[in-house]
């Protein structure tokens, strides 16, 4: 299952998720941000390539489909609703990620 984690610069949270979720057996993680400044600006190849496609704020929907509605086809997106107050693999963070993510990992 390919899982993209997308947030706005792609420095905290979309890669502290990508990391948590990279030793799942079955998982392809990946992690990009929407602004231009981003570590790794989200691509439409990524936005194919996803099964599901994590965002972590409503923001990051809206704007998503806005920049790669066309890509999409159909790829549930999930709003996480993770507020931009954590650093890289904060504990707490870890944690919210698990618990959001992991119901929708089982199939």
Known sequence: MNLLFVCSANRLRSPTAEQVFADRPGIEPDSAGLLNTADIVLSAEQVEWADIIFVMEKRHRTKLSQKFGRHLKGTRVICLDI????????PELVALLERKVSPFLKR
């Open 83 to 90: 507020p931009d107050i954590y650093t890289f693999m904060q």
